[in-house]
């Protein structure tokens, strides 16, 4: 039997499986136009942050809760995401954990995003000055 054949078919797929594992998976490609719009879509048509976070993202205090509830009355600045990485604020939008553990107060959302939405808003966070 000529086993030749088959041992091309063989190393082609490995070939494949090896270029597919070294290579960026697509939505974490740095500058991708589609995945800054896909964060842009998210970020100001679905969570609607400037509802919160102010105009343009800036921060903003809450003037719509009553002084005494027990929450936060301030949203902080998230354009440029200055206080998390980018792993930080990724992992954040998935789990709802900071950094150091814990969550934030009320009346921010408890996001659970995918993993690819979670880095699209993330990477447009991060370009907004
Ligand atoms: C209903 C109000 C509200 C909305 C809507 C909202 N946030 Fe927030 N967000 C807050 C408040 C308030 C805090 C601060 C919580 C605290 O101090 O514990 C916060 C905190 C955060 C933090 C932590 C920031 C830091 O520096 O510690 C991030 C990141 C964040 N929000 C992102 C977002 C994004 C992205 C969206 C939209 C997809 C969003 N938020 C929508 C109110 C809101």
């Known amino acids: 039997m000529n086993v030749r054949p088959y ?3 063989l190393l082609g797929s490995l ?3 090896v270029a597919a594992a070294i290579a960026p998976p697509r939505a974490v490609a740095a500058g991708d ?3 800054l719009e896909r964060g842009r879509y998210l970020v100001q ?3 609607t942050c400037v509802d919160c976070h102010g105009a343009g993202l800036k ?3 809450l003037e719509f809760l009553a002084p005494g509830l027990p929450v936060a009355h301030f949203a902080p600045r998230i354009a440029g995401l200055p206080h998390l990485s980018a792993a930080q604020g990724v992992a954040y939008l998935q789990n709802g954990l900071l950094p150091n553990g814990a969550r934030s107060r009320p009346p921010m959302p408890q996001y659970r995003l995918h993993h690819d939405d979670a880095v699209a808003v993330v990477a447009y966070l991060k370009q907004l000055r």
Do not use: S
């Open 7 to 9: 041992l091309v078919v």
């Open 15 to 17: 070939v494949a499986l």
């Open 33 to 35: 136009g589609a995945v």
């Open 59 to 61: 921060g903003a205090k």
């Open 45 to 47: 048509q679905v969570g």
